[in-house]
């Protein structure tokens, strides 16, 4: 098992433009989180997905979109990017049961000039 | 205001040296987790405490969760540099949405 793949690694983006970080599981988990981790913040939820079309907010989804067309993938798309959203982004997902362990993938590392 | 406190924020030691570290609230949680993040990496889980007074170990790792479980404490014995990283705590709340606190980021010296 690959576990949870995330693409690209690393990215570049100007002010305004947009793009959209993939993320893949083969565990067949229900949830799915985005997180974005800025340096001595810890990790914020960005969106969470609790199965096949369905999502909701996190603590910070403003400047993100979201959807869950398949069990295995969750994509995260930034619209007009901006420097703020200079982050590293991680992708989890969990069974959703008892305490919820969470996997994570290699992360994301975005920055916006 | 986080909801979790960890303490400190940073630590460099030397090899061999023993450690402690602590996430705080001020709320009552049902469990405790503690994830280990390597540099480049994502978090990965340690252990999940849920008892008030719980002591786990994980060979060197001893976890303990506050008896009125507020709070949780990480003790390493003898750390090598393989214990090198980012600690995060981090506890559920509604809906399985997992809250961190900001971490620890350990730095063991060979």
């Known amino acids: 098992n690959a576990g949870v793949t995330q693409t690209p690694k690393f990215r570049i983006l100007k002010i305004g433009q947009s793009m959209t970080l993939q993320c893949t599981q083969d565990?067949?988990?229900?949830?799915m989180y985005w997180y974005r981790q800025d340096p001595g913040m810890g990790l914020k939820l960005i969106y969470y997905?609790?199965?096949?079309?369905?999502?909701d907010k996190g603590e910070v989804p403003n400047g993100y979109n979201v959807s869950r067309s398949t069990t295995e993938d969750f994509p995260l798309r930034l619209e007009l990017a901006a420097p703020s959203q200079t982050s590293v982004y991680f992708c989890?997902?969990?069974?959703?049961?008892?305490?919820?362990?969470?996997?994570f993938g290699p992360g994301t590392r975005l920055t916006v000039l | 205001t986080q909801l979790l406190e960890q303490s400190p924020q940073f630590l460099s030691i030397q090899e061999g040296e023993n450690l402690t570290v602590y996430c705080n609230s001020s709320?009552?949680?049902?469990?405790l987790q503690w994830y280990r993040q390597e540099p480049g990496e994502g978090p990965v889980l340690l252990v999940t405490?849920?008892?008030?007074?719980e002591v786990k170990k994980l060979k060197r790792l001893t976890f303990q969760f506050g008896d009125a479980r507020k709070d949780s404490s990480l003790h390493i014995t003898a750390a090598q540099p393989g214990d090198t990283g980012l600690y995060l705590c981090?506890?559920?709340?509604?809906?399985?949405?997992?809250?961190f606190g900001a971490g620890t980021r350990l730095f063991v010296k060979a």
């Open positions: 989890a997902s969990s069974y959703g049961v008892a305490y919820n362990e969470q996997f």
């Open positions: 565990m067949n988990h229900n949830y």
């Open positions: 997905s609790v199965g096949a079309g369905i999502t």
């Open positions: 709320s009552v949680f049902s469990s």
């Open positions: 405490v849920v008892t008030g007074g």
């Open positions: 981090a506890v559920l709340t509604g809906g399985f949405k997992t809250i």
